[in-house]
């Protein structure tokens, strides 16, 4: 990585790390000191899961928007809109401006146009690295926010820790205003219908964004059934947050390297094949070989492995697919394919663990699987296609794009705004990456 992507992400993770602690810090003790502010019982649940709503259904435009005048000012809207809900809570005592405060948290939406700025700043190679680092600082994040969240709260009140949240995302504004790298906005034009339906009629891109919804679902189903399962080979349930705990840190720092092994090899799609037969396999063992305590916990470690791998991949698979014009709401309707997994996920968990025995959710688990691997299958083999940006300078201020589309494999040619930035979408199998600045600049 050079210096300027260094700098990118540096900053980028120090905004999307102030943005979540606050966040992440408050999901403990929302249930226990809620109730000070004189909340009904009956408003809680909504007081809490109205920011997961609200992320859904925000995703969307906000992608729209940071396509239309680029990722820095939505950024920074999120971020201010996120720090007004959070000074409502802090300061108001009335039970619906709370609730109004968790509205705005929610519509704060910021982790789609960072991820969206870093794949415009930094070369394509980098991304899923850089997704790699990101959920990294994400779970130290999590982890410390964990422990100091409730001792805020216990020590100054709920009040402070919402004004703590504020304070985080404004010190986030000022960061993106002076140490994240100039970025150079294409700004496509409003057309919302057909922006959207292009993204939607792209059955690479959903078959993508299913891949992701599968794959939280999974996730949900898996911490239904591995408790039961160590717990019925002995293993106390007081040491199991213990043992995912170094799993998933595990699994973290072996994401880098695969995913270096595997950009390289240039088979996503057979790899994205076999880690489906893969999984498979995993819960093949876990309904059948059940009664063997190390291989319950490789069979754990296998899939977080897994996970982490593909949560930092799949965003690089939406960057190449999705059209230069369109990446914000390709990926904002990636991030609504994954809630929506992170949510079913839940309320499946719920439905058959109230109503059903395990091995129907075994059999529900092998359907999705099977439904993922046909799906998986019929994909074209996505980094096939690349992104490619270079700066431009007086010399070929006025390039012809006309005569850029004259090159074989050249898919996508788009000038920035401002007239500094080359956005290209190339066909590796025509073209070279190392002859485009040959071409363009000839």
């Not at 009956?42 to 899961?49: G, K, R, V």
């Not at 709401?329 to 929506?340: E, P, R, T």
């Not at 000038?415 to 500094?420: G, L, M, Q, R």
């Amino acid at each position: 990585m050079n210096k300027i992507e260094h700098k990118a992400i540096i900053s980028l993770i120090i905004i999307f790390i102030l943005r979540m602690s606050g966040i992440l810090m408050l999901l403990p003790i929302m249930n226990i000191y809620l109730p000070y502010y004189h909340i009904k019982s009956n408003l809680i649940p909504i007081a809490i899961s109205i920011y997961g709503l609200m992320q859904i259904l925000f995703q969307l435009p906000y992608g729209l928007l940071s396509d239309m005048i680029g990722r820095k000012p939505i950024i920074k809207l999120g971020l201010l809109v996120f720090s007004l809900g959070s000074l409502i809570a802090a300061y108001v005592d009335n039970v619906y401006f709370v609730v109004l405060g968790r509205i705005l948290q929610g519509s704060g939406i910021v982790h789609l146009n960072i991820v969206l700025l870093m794949s415009d700043l930094i070369r394509e190679e980098n991304i899923s690295k850089s997704m790699a680092i990101l959920n990294i600082f994400l779970i130290f994040t999590f982890l410390i926010s964990l422990i100091i969240g409730p001792i805020i709260a216990c020590v100054y009140g709920l009040k402070i820790l919402f004004f703590l949240m504020a304070i985080l995302s404004l010190i986030g504004i000022i960061i993106l205003s002076f140490l994240v790298p100039e970025e150079h906005p294409i700004c496509q034009k409003f057309n919302f219908r057909k922006q959207f339906m292009n993204v939607i009629n792209n059955l690479q891109l959903l078959k993508i964004n299913f891949s992701v919804l599968f794959l939280h679902i999974l996730l949900n189903i898996t911490f239904l059934i591995m408790p039961k399962k160590l717990f019925d080979v002995g293993f106390n349930l007081e040491q199991h947050w213990q043992m995912y705990l170094i799993e998933f840190f595990i699994s973290l720092f072996l994401t880098i390297p695969i995913i270096m092994i595997l950009e390289n090899s240039n088979k996503i799609k057979k790899t994205l094949r076999n880690i489906i037969i893969l999984i498979f396999i995993i819960y093949l063992i876990l309904w059948k070989l059940d009664n063997y305590f190390w291989i319950l916990i490789l069979d754990l470690q296998i899939f977080f492995t897994i996970f982490t791998v593909l949560e930092s991949m799949l965003p690089s698979m939406i960057s190449r697919e999705s059209s230069l014009l369109t990446k914000g709401v390709s990926m904002g309707l990636y991030n609504v394919f994954q809630l929506l997994g992170s949510v079913s996920g839940c309320i499946i968990k719920k439905y058959i663990e109230e109503k059903f025995n395990i091995n129907y959710l075994f059999m529900l688990t092998f359907i999705l699987v099977i439904i993922w691997f046909l799906l998986i299958i019929t994909i074209e083999e996505p980094f096939n296609k690349s992104n490619i940006f270079i700066l431009l300078d007086n010399n070929n201020y006025n390039l012809s794009l006309n005569k850029l589309y004259k090159n074989k494999g050249i898919l996508e040619a788009v000038i920035s705004y401002n007239k500094k930035k080359l956005y290209l979408k190339i066909d590796n199998k025509l073209i070279k990456k190392e002859n485009i600045k040959d071409i363009v600049l000839k």
